[in-house]
């Protein structure tokens, strides 16, 4: 019989108490056929080696923003692996800053004030970017700091004036002015003038995101809000990217996406 694919060599775990375990295993149609000694004379179109490792399904995500987390992979990284404390966030963003022409929005994710010690601020990274706009987006994605040049983009070009937002909050100094940080509905303030991307662009995101979601063992998704300028998602293209996505064969996820309605 020729099956699709085999994997031996391996580690699994079978739940049926018959036979708990087994070391190699047979798939033809999507489906597990075969098991071990049941595999004699089979032949396969794929043969994978495990090396000896632990095999399990694909694990199923209920709630992954899979192309934001793209997004992120793409932009500037600021993991506390790649820049363990405040100045040497400030200096990845001025390293990126000299790399990009005047006036290009410098774009970075995953920084975490809990290990580096605080939250970036405007004023620091104006000195960072060289009048470059700044928007860098919190590990949670639930709060992001902007520097001046990011909030003049967005027309608050007073830092005392900059409004409050039902459902947000704009974090301020003793006098009233904007540091920066804008939490949760508040980060649509500058968020918007940054949505929607080029369709390309977040084509790229969901591919990125998708590779990323398979080198953990993610094969299937639910995306919980695509199609919303303000806030959740790009835009009313969404679901277009995520088809254009599926088409060039760069999706490699099963999804299930929740369109995002007021």
């Known amino acids: 019989m020729r099956l699709d694919a085999v994997f031996h060599n391996g580690r699994f775990t079978t739940l049926d108490p018959d036979r708990p375990t087994a070391t190699s295993l047979g798939v033809f149609g999507g489906r597990i056929v075969a098991l071990d000694e049941e595999l004699g004379g089979c032949i396969a179109d794929t043969v994978v080696d495990l090396g000896g490792a632990h095999a ?3 694990f199923n995500d209920a709630h992954h923003h899979l192309s934001y987390v793209g997004k992120g992979l793409r932009e500037l990284d600021l993991s506390y692996a790649a820049v363990p404390s405040l100045d040497a966030l400030y200096a990845a963003v001025a390293e990126r800053a000299a790399d990009l022409p005047e006036g290009t929005w410098v774009l970075g994710a995953g920084y975490d004030q809990n290990k ?11 000195r960072a970017a060289g009048g470059r706009p700044v928007w860098l987006v919190h590990t949670s994605h639930h709060m992001a700091v902007a520097n001046t040049a990011a909030f003049a983009r967005a027309g608050h070009t007073d830092l005392s004036a900059v409004p409050d937002v ?23 303030l500058v968020e918007r003038v940054l949505r929607p991307e080029p369709a390309e662009e977040w084509i790229a995101h ?48 099963r999804m299930t996406v929740m369109p995002y309605c007021v």
Do not use: W
């Open 56 to 58: 399990v399904p694909g």
């Open 116 to 126: 580096i010690g605080a939250h970036p601020t405007a004023e620091a990274l104006d």
């Open 166 to 188: 039902p459902g947000g909050h704009v974090v301020r100094d003793a006098e009233g002015r904007a540091e920066g940080l804008l939490q949760e509905t508040a980060m649509r």
């Open 206 to 253: 969901i591919a990125t995101g998708a590779r990323a979601a398979l080198e953990v063992g993610l094969t299937s998704v639910t995306e919980p809000g695509i199609g919303a300028v303000d806030g959740i998602g790009n835009g009313p293209a969404d679901l277009d990217a995520y088809l254009r996505a599926r088409e060039r064969g760069l999706l490699g996820v």
